[in-house]
């Protein structure tokens, strides 16, 4: 399954970020600090204080995306979009998809 992209949507006013997944199998989410680098860096994120350094992973295998909780204070939750239901991601990685909606503490991230 192919992801084009990764994105930071603000839902009343359009797109304020993106991230391009294109030829990557791994993914760090988190806030940059001076010890830790991360892919997708949401140190500017209005929530950015409930977001750890290096706070989930998105994995390539087997043709899929999968995301995990890097043993964060704050969590991540899932936004299937074929059934609107949202899942707490605990103790293994989760499959996303295109439209999934990554909450990252209060963050929501958008894959497309």
Same mark, same amino acid.
């Given at each position: 399954?192919?992801?084009?992209?990764?994105?930071?949507?603000?839902?009343?006013?359009?797109?304020?970020?993106?991230?391009?997944?294109?030829?990557?199998?791994?993914?760090?989410?988190?806030?940059?600090?001076?010890?830790?680098?991360?892919?997708?860096?949401?140190?500017?994120?209005?929530?950015?204080?409930?977001?750890?350094? *290096?706070?989930?992973?998105?994995?390539?295998? *087997?043709?899929?995306?999968?995301?995990?909780?890097?043993?964060? *204070?704050?969590?991540? *939750?899932?936004?299937?979009?074929?059934?609107?239901?949202?899942?707490?991601?605990?103790?293994?990685?989760?499959?996303?998809?295109?439209?999934?909606?990554?909450?990252?503490?209060?963050?929501?991230?958008?894959?497309?």
């Amino acid at each position: 399954m192919v992801l084009a992209s990764f994105v930071f949507p603000a839902f009343t006013h359009g797109l304020i970020k993106s991230w391009d997944l294109s030829g990557k199998i791994a993914v760090v989410i988190g806030k940059r600090n001076d010890e830790e680098e991360v892919d997708v860096d949401l140190e500017d994120c209005e929530y950015s204080t409930f977001i750890d350094p *290096q706070h989930a992973a998105l994995n390539f295998c *087997q043709n899929f995306w999968y995301i995990e909780d890097l043993g964060s *204070q704050n969590g991540i *939750q899932i936004k299937k979009v074929e059934d609107g239901v949202c899942y707490k991601v605990l103790n293994r990685p989760c499959r996303v998809m295109p439209g999934d909606i990554i909450y990252i503490a209060n963050t929501r991230l958008l894959l497309t």
